[in-house]
């Protein structure tokens, strides 16, 4: 597990101070002895654990942005935790983490810096944390002009230029959409907005588009890059909503192929 009961996974830093405020002086000691050069744990565990850190107490940020933290972003915070299969001691981790990130004292560039620091060139792991932070804006419906500065502000911080970051709020936007609106798998319309890709795009774009998503999304390759197992199940669930649009738009192309030539007749 990537936090269990003694929080074996620690870093210091701007992150392990985050941690220490939200869970206690016991767990400050401990951050503070790793600081002074005490237990030393992997790289790959260093950057699980401010990528669990970082997200829990952004979206604290993110969440307060436009002055109110709304239910549904309340409930999209338990969401998450219930997607990453988090056990109690864990849930509650996370709540503390979520409201220390609520704070006016959160060092929200500071705990950037350092995730950057720790994924190191991981881009598509840093590209997955905006994509949360983007969601938890989108859970009352809608991105406020607020919450919008903010996360174009930590897309910079994070290295990512204002067009990455405006594609990757419509793509989740256009997610968000298809949830609310279907069961019974994706629109035509929103399974092309899912891809990025314009309803007349040739076939290789769409093509593209579907095998570039899918890689940033991999499960596997961003868990060798220090995703979380915890956060699997999130990635897991990205590409399936990648590979149902792939399909759709597959399906309805298909479609339209073969009845060309009867429409012609």
């Known amino acids: ?48 654990l401010a990528f669990f850190t970082a997200t829990f107490g952004v979206m604290g940020q993110v969440a307060k942005a436009d002055g109110k ?14 997607e990453l299969g988090l056990d109690p001691d864990q849930r509650r981790a996370a709540r503390a983490i979520f409201n220390e990130g609520k704070s006016s004292r959160f060092p929200l560039d500071d705990v950037l810096d350092q995730l950057r620091t720790e994924c190191g060139r991981a881009t598509n792991v840093l590209r997955m944390f905006l994509e949360v932070q983007v969601q938890a804006a989108w859970a009352d419906g809608g991105v406020h002009p607020e919450e919008r500065r903010l996360l174009k502000h930590i897309a910079e911080r994070l290295g990512f230029s204002e067009a990455v970051y405006l594609e990757i709020e419509r793509l989740v936007g256009a997610g968000v959409g298809a949830r609310s609106r279907e069961a019974h798998g994706p629109t035509l319309e929103a399974a092309y907005a899912t ?3 314009a309803p007349d795009a040739s076939d290789a774009e769409v093509k593209r588009a579907y095998r570039r998503l899918m890689s940033r999304h991999h499960p596997d390759k961003l868990a060798s890059k220090g995703l979380p197992e915890e956060m699997m199940r999130a990635a897991t669930e990205r590409t399936q909503q990648i590979r149902a649009a792939w399909e759709r738009v597959q399906s309805a192309r298909a479609e339209r192929s073969a009845s060309g030539p009867r429409a012609a007749a």
């Open 1 to 48: 597990m990537l936090l269990g009961g003694t929080f074996g996974f620690l870093v210091g830093g701007p992150i392990g101070a985050v941690l220490g405020a939200a869970l206690g002086r016991s767990f400050g000691r401990a951050v503070r002895s790793i600081e002074a050069g005490g237990p030393s744990v992997s790289g790959r565990e260093r950057a699980q």
């Open 69 to 82: 933290i709304s239910p549904e972003e309340i409930r999209l915070a338990n969401q998450l935790m219930d």
């Open 195 to 197: 891809l990025g890709v």
